[in-house]
């Protein structure tokens, strides 16, 4: 069995193998091999291993296995070295020349052998080119023997190098070792969107990677139920609405809207659908999902809608509403002792109100001590004691309510008013809330006044009556001047100026 390692170019779209030939080149090395070409060098991308004649003769064909030289050494590498930049160097000669010529081609690059007798110009076209004249030009600017080499966009591309859609390396320049032919009907088995622009690689061609998934989304799809077809269920039947191959899962909508997701391998087949595929001759597809799978599946909709179907079947007894969940039972309010009595004996409000629910007469009852509100300005303090006039007659039955300071000082200066037969008029202390005195006027409200149009009128009528009754009875009313309206304007209350000229004037 043949021997062989294969080496990596940098101009061969994939490995080519080689004879070690006794040299002991291992994965990683460059070594130096013999070509068609001449002599070049490349990388050892594996170790060296035997292959059977039909594995080499599929692969080389009807060429000749050709051997490695030698294994680089530190002068090999430093002459490739200098090579390379060489041809950095010819490209933009190469492109002037190709520009002069008016060729309807692309300069791709420019390599140089590494016996440096030999130039290789590669570039890219879309029909064949002839070129004669050019390698003439070239030959007379590189001073080399000039080899053209048409190469297609695949291969520009596995030369170039560049990124993909994914963000990664291109395929091609990274690990691919070939180019097989990829086609539409690929990235329509994968569910693909077709368009150009999401599937079209750098080089303006279907993606190589089209294929790496092609064989595994055929093979499930042939094994798993067509895309719409009706599945039974332990909640209904259910729709296929969506594959996802690389777990094995189908999606399905069931009758209420849920979609769930059930592994291909958890699916069974049916009676029915044995004996559909025995009549087609077709593989048998699965068309059922038992109860088991759907216990197995973590969702809180499927298992309330699972524990919906047995209590319906009579599986579950019936829950119905706690009603611990619907009344809440109210909590007693603690009633606060008074007097400083304790909390289980009653107050004298508790025996009032007892004595009120039994229906005693409350005139004999000591009116309770109402709670002193906070006003701003007493501090908070205890109350003020009641003046000399307001203390309790000695021997009356019933403490009189306390009353407000205001009301108490008005009642006093009222009674020394009458007591010295002259009208005095009481001092109005103006508190927070008090309207500034509209309460004690008998005023309306601010919202319910009248607007000020309506209180001029008011007061000039007023003014009238009063000069009306100041003027004797016997002045004649033809002495009296006339009014005079003035038109376009607006006096106060409506009324025009006094004291205007007569209307003969």
Wanted: proline share 7%.
């Amino acid at each position: 069995m043949p021997t062989v390692i294969p080496v990596k170019f940098t101009y061969a779209a994939r490995d080519l193998w080689f004879s070690p030939a006794g040299t002991g080149a291992q994965e990683g090395d460059h070594v130096i091999c013999q070509t068609e070409r001449g002599r070049e060098i490349g990388l050892a991308t594996a170790d060296a291993r035997e292959v059977s004649d039909e594995e080499l003769a599929s692969t080389i064909g009807h060429a000749t296995l050709r051997d490695v030289v030698r294994i680089a050494t530190e002068d090999d590498l430093a002459r490739a070295e200098r090579l390379a930049q060489r041809g950095e160097d010819s490209m933009p000669a190469f492109r002037r020349h190709v520009k002069e010529s008016g060729l309807d081609m692309k300069p791709v690059g420019v390599e140089y052998l590494f016996d440096g007798e030999k130039a290789v110009c590669y570039f890219a076209a879309e029909e064949r080119v002839d070129f004669r004249q050019l390698v003439r030009d070239l030959s007379r600017e590189f001073h080399v023997r000039i080899d053209m080499r048409q190469i297609g966009v695949r291969e520009e591309a596995a030369i170039v190098g560049g990124y993909g859609h994914c963000g990664q390396e291109l395929c091609c320049r990274r690990f691919a070792t070939g180019f097989d032919p990829v086609s539409i009907r690929m990235a329509k088995e994968q569910d693909l969107p077709l368009n150009s622009t999401k599937i079209s690689g750098a080089c303006g061609r279907l993606m190589c990677c089209l294929r790496y998934e092609f064989e595994a989304y055929r093979d499930f799809k042939g094994r798993a139920p067509k895309r719409n077809a009706v599945i039974d269920t332990p909640l209904g039947k259910g729709k296929i609405v969506e594959y996802d191959t690389p777990k094995e899962q189908i999606v399905l909508r069931l009758e209420s809207g849920k979609q769930i997701r059930v592994a291909l391998a958890d699916m069974t087949a049916s009676e029915a659908a044995h004996k559909k595929s025995e009549e087609l001759g077709c593989p048998c597809r699965p068309d059922t999902v038992t109860r088991e799978v759907l216990d197995r599946l973590e969702s809180p909709d499927v298992q309330m809608a699972l524990a919906e179907l047995d209590r319906k079947m009579g599986v579950l007894p019936e829950q119905g509403p706690d009603a611990s969940d619907i009344f809440v039972e109210p909590k007693r309010k603690r009633r606060r002792p008074s007097n400083g009595a304790p909390a289980g004996e009653k107050g004298p409000q508790g025996e009032k109100n007892a004595r009120r629910e039994a229906g005693a007469p409350s005139g004999d009852e000591a009116p309770a001590r109402r709670r002193r509100k906070r006003r701003p300005g007493d501090g908070g303090g205890a109350a003020a004691p009641a003046p000399a006039h307001m203390a309790p007659e000695a021997g009356a039955g019933s403490a009189p309510a306390r009353r407000r300071r205001h009301h108490q000082a008005a009642e006093g200066a009222a009674e020394a008013g009458s007591a010295t037969g002259g009208q005095q008029p009481v001092k109005r202390t103006r508190r927070p809330g008090d309207k500034g005195g509209q309460a004690e006027k008998g005023a309306q409200p601010r919202g319910m006044q009248p607007s000020r149009k309506k209180r001029a009128q008011q007061q000039g009528k007023a003014g009238e009556q009063g000069q009306q009754a100041a003027r004797p009875q016997g002045a004649d009313d033809a002495s009296k001047p006339r009014r005079r309206r003035r038109r376009g304007g607006r006096g106060r209350g409506g009324a025009g100026a006094e004291g205007g000229a007569p209307a003969g004037e």
